[in-house]
């Protein structure tokens, strides 16, 4: 399995067939050490992330290349793959075809013909496919039908450019850590490793193209976090202050929970209903140098994990369909359906409800989402202010943002953000 095009056609096959995430299917590749090398894991995952945003063109092609289900089904994440190679353009056709056929007939000796036949036709047939492609929305969009739909509606006029620049590749960017350095220190040391960066936030930093984080100047030493610039402003509409009690609920990984802490001392309690995650959030804080208190509990039980202490303030980046994140992301578009809007604004609505009474008078709360859809946002935000007359919705914005919500641009992924003044 060390060969990158093996690990990203099994990864692609756990996300469409077995439907789990991206993320857990690394986490396994990793556990399992399949791409052996640091080379071949991000060749592996450069291909599985292409495939994925490129599955709606790619499973187009192979439905009118094939014409009927696989068999055996798990031939899908090679052929996927190999075609996403092929369209893409980037490796000799010839090694392709070569490598993915030997690729299949190690798992599948009597699909070696079939497997050649496929990719040969594709070949043959790529232009036209390209065309017709065109006219099915999900294979020119790469969005499923549903998602589409929404987004028209929602967004008439930006939907294009929405999806346009999720199907891309997303910008890396650096939170500076304001405890151990500077923005102006930290790009004078990336020019000086001949980094090409700019700055693009208060303490965000963009890189010209993507690095592994080994090559990050200040990382290994807490300097620098990866964190997108949209996502940054979470810790910093919260507005915290030097002795503060806060609570991030939901706080896994734990990129927020860095900022907050880098930004004043804190009594920070950080929660996750994923005592497994929590360990990504204390790794994250190890490195920084920081600390803070994590309980591994349901946010919306305060009674099973409160200890009765009102808090000054409480990040919750509520589940959320992922929406806004679906470049950094791609397996997102193809793991959600449109009914799972429903038990996900059940959800927020549930947590929302069940911290407010945590918070103290004068306190604040910063309810956030990566989410593009307005009934998980402000859809959601308008409701409980209808039910909680001690809240006030601060108008302040990040900027950019329309009514609280920013959409995915060149620097930046869509999020939502409502402060929440406890009056």
Not at 392 to 405: K, N, V, W
């Amino acid at each position: 399995m060390s060969n990158p095009r093996s690990v990203a056609a099994s990864l692609v096959n756990r996300v469409l067939l077995d439907k789990r995430s991206l993320t857990q299917a690394l986490a396994e590749d990793r556990a399992g050490a399949q791409a052996r090398t640091p080379d071949a894991r991000a060749a592996a995952q450069g291909l599985a992330y292409g495939t994925l945003r490129q599955a709606g063109t790619l499973r187009y092609y192979l439905s009118r290349l094939v014409g009927r289900p696989l068999e055996p089904g798990d031939l899908l994440g090679t052929l996927l793959v190999g075609l996403y190679e092929l369209d893409a353009g980037d490796t000799p056709a010839y090694a392709v075809v070569h490598e993915t056929v030997d690729l299949a007939a190690r798992r599948h000796p009597r699909a070696r013909n079939f497997v050649n036949a496929v990719l040969r036709n594709f070949q043959r047939r790529q232009k036209a496919l390209r065309a017709d492609a065109r006219a099915d929305p999900e294979a020119r969009w790469n969005f499923p039908a549903w998602w589409l739909k929404r987004l028209q509606g929602e967004y008439p006029r930006d939907w294009e450019a929405i999806v346009t620049i999720q199907n891309s590749h997303p910008p890396m960017t650096l939170r500076v850590n304001r405890r151990r350095t500077t923005p102006e220190d930290t790009l004078a040391g990336l020019d000086a490793a001949g980094i090409p960066a700019r700055r693009s936030g208060p303490w965000a930093i963009t890189l010209e193209r993507p690095l592994p984080i080994a090559e990050l100047p200040g990382f290994a030493a807490g300097q620098v976090s990866v964190q997108d610039l949209g996502a940054q402003w979470a810790a910093l509409l919260l507005e915290v202050g030097d002795g503060m009690r806060v609570l991030d609920a939901c706080a896994a990984p734990g990129g927020k929970t860095g900022h907050l802490l880098e930004l004043a001392a804190l009594d920070l309690v950080a929660l996750d209903s994923d005592a497994g995650r929590l360990e990504r959030v204390r790794e994250n804080l190890d490195r920084l140098g920081l600390d803070a208190t994590l309980l591994a509990a349901d946010a919306a039980d305060p009674g099973a994990w409160w200890d009765g202490k009102p808090f000054d303030r409480i990040l919750l980046d509520a589940p959320c369909t992922a929406s806004g994140v679906a470049r950094r992301h791609p397996d997102g578009k193809w793991l959600k359906r449109a009914e799972d809007m429903q038990h996900l604004g059940e959800e927020q609505a549930r947590l929302l409800e069940a911290l407010w009474p945590l918070l103290k008078p004068g306190g604040k709360m910063v309810y956030a989402t990566c989410s593009l859809f307005g009934m998980e946002n402000n859809g959601q935000v308008t409701a409980f202010l209808q039910r909680h007359p001690d809240a006030r919705r601060e108008t302040y914005d990040p900027p950019g943002a329309r009514e609280g919500q920013l959409l995915p641009g060149p620097d930046t992924d869509g999020f939502f953000y409502a402060r929440l003044h406890k009056t």
